[in-house]
């Protein structure tokens, strides 16, 4: 099969840079167009920097990166400095890229790459907020039914919330975006934290990507350790749930993955349960399926893959 051509819009976030980084090492499964960075885990102008950094660190300076939104559709931004440190790639020292950042901005790349590109063969990767994907959506209909699927990460239902009792991160920060991607009847695949919880960055699985004695090996144990950190204590877990990868994983061994097609809408208006994923998991509504949620992983199986394919960089 040939490889699937994707968009990776993202907020980095080391989890972030653990996606950036298989999506870069499987070039037989996946052809990255571009990578669109967004504001989310902290502020624009250091998630473009650090998706410049893991580029470079992947052997990747040709990479096209843009920078698409740098506040939410509607509101003040939210950002993740207290797991993912204040530069949000904290752990390792890290010099500044030297590879340029594109000028266009990165929903008009994603915009004029879904018209350009073949309908039906682009698929959009977001894991961060969905500001730049509804931006997108708003500004160009036209491209939405151009898509192939769209694969993110965000949300959560028996697992709930993260950042709120009753909302995971990526969703909260922009609920409006969320509503207006959800809403949009695009083929769309769910990485929620019902998943990612499952993908805990133990030991041993450290330890495995320490011992590859390459620069991106001792870049992702030392990312993983520093944020796992605030996980463990949070959530008395054995490791931390590595989120972002997930999709991309998805795109290369989808049989690691089970869940259902059910109907998946977003909260936007109780401050209370704002940015929640209301999944209707046991399909108790005839509102129309638009999403199909994924709930189980292997994660031993998502490990090796990982393992495997970050040691070719
Ligand atoms: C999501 O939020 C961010 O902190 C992570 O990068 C991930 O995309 C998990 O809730
Ligand atoms: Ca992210």
């Known amino acids: 099969m040939a490889p699937r051509k994707i968009i990776i819009d993202t907020d980095p976030g080391q989890d972030d840079a653990v996606a950036i980084l298989l999506a870069l090492a499987s070039p037989e499964d996946i052809t990255v167009l571009g990578i669109t960075a967004v504001a989310g ?11 410049r950094i893991v580029c470079e660190l992947a052997g990747r300076p040709d990479m096209m990166v843009f920078a698409g939104c740098d506040a939410p559709m509607q509101r003040a931004l939210v950002t993740a400095e207290h797991v993912h440190g204040k530069t949000g790639l904290d752990g390792p020292q ?22 350009r590109e073949p309908s039906g063969t682009v698929t959009l990767c977001p894991i961060g907020p969905l500001t730049n994907i509804a931006t997108a959506f708003e500004k160009a209909p036209d491209i939405i039914p151009r898509i192939h699927e769209i694969v993110l990460m965000g949300g959560a239902y028996f697992t709930v919330g993260n950042i709120t009792p009753t909302a995971e991160f990526n969703i909260y920060v922009d609920p409006e975006a969320a509503k207006i991607v959800f809403g949009a009847r695009v083929p769309l695949t769910v990485m929620p934290l019902d998943v990612t919880h ?73 401050e209370l349960t704002m940015g929640m994923t209301v ?23 998502f490990y090796a893959l990982l393992a495997g394919r970050l040691a070719r960089l």
């Open 41 to 51: 885990n902290v502020p624009l102008p250091l998630t473009q920097r650090n998706t």
């Open 94 to 115: 890290m010099a500044d890229p030297t590879m340029p950042l594109q000028d266009q901005h990165g929903v008009d790349f994603i915009i004029e790459t879904l018209r």
């Open 198 to 270: 499952q993908a805990l960055t133990t030991r041993p699985r450290i330890d495995a990507f320490r011992a590859m004695g390459t620069k991106v090996g001792d870049m992702v144990a030392a990312w993983t350790d520093f944020f796992e950190r605030f996980d463990m204590e949070k959530y008395g877990s054995e490791g931390a749930p590595l989120h972002d990868p997930c999709t991309i994983a998805y795109l290369i061994e989808p049989q690691l993955f089970k869940g259902r097609h059910v109907n998946i809408e977003i909260e936007t208006q109780s």
């Open 279 to 301: 999944t209707d998991w046991w399909r108790v509504t005839d509102r129309p399926k638009n999403a199909t949620f994924m709930n189980e992983i292997d994660a031993a199986g």
